[in-house]
């Protein structure tokens, strides 16, 4: 008997990467909370999941490191993305208003996604390890509220005090479901990703990496330095382009970088899950 799709996710239930999950699964797939992305990673490598999807950016706070840091490490591929718009509302007990609260609680980043109205209420700030822990903290103190989605409210039985207190209304938070398969079909939308290094300190050394890219036609849609940990100056450089690694231009761009690159590391081509709007 076939044995259902395991699917790792950034848990616990009720977290904006549960609410992204749900959006790539089909019904008969079983899906995996874990406590971290790099444990996340760990089960995809030890063949204890088929694939998982984890955060790797936010429009408004960067990329999440540790997931970047994961895709240099891991024997992985990135094999599709979505991006998932983050609308944050106040979450209360049932029947509590603003002047009730005390303290606001909620994952680091859906704090930071929320600072101007946070100033704006002269409320203690307490930073939690998940949206979900926090909204598990609030049903057992009336005193406090999170910050999250609206999965939370039907979870937890919460009532939603105010809706869209995110910073930007364009909030978004881009998604890679990551498998040890390759995808190698081309559909007309993809993109790549890549992470380089380069070789010693030439001047110009990246300006010519990039060059290549320009006089190909290949238009790159993010370049992000990241320190490779092994000295002080020496650096990862992750590049995304649009075109799939198999497209004729990619493959020659990738082909004259390679000998002039210390390291080069394809993590993937992909195309983007359409999830529509919130």
Known sequence: MK??????????E???????????VNDDSVIVPYDNI????ESLENDEIDEAIVPIENSTEGSVLVTLDALMHFDLNINKELELPIKHNLLVQKGKNLDDIVVICSHQQALAQCRNYLNGINKQVHAMPSTANAARYVTELSTAAVIGNEILSEK??????????QDYDNNVTRFVLISKESQDEITGGDKTSIVISL??????GLYEILKVFADLGINLTKIESRPSKRGMGKYLFFIDMQGHKNEPNIVKALSKIE???GLLKILGSYATINVGGN
């Not at 790099?38 to 990673?41: A, C, V």
């Not at 070789?199 to 110009?204: I, L």
Request: hydrophobic share 35%; glycine share 12%; charged share 25%.
């Open 3 to 12: 044995k259902n799709k395991q699917v790792g996710y950034l848990g616990p």
């Open 14 to 24: 009720g977290t904006f990467s549960h609410e992204a999950v749900l959006k790539v």
């Open 38 to 41: 790099i444990h996340i990673f």
């Open 156 to 165: 937890y039985n919460l009532e939603i005090l105010e809706h869209n207190i």
């Open 199 to 204: 070789k010693g300190d030439k001047p110009g």
């Open 259 to 261: 000998s002039e690159v």
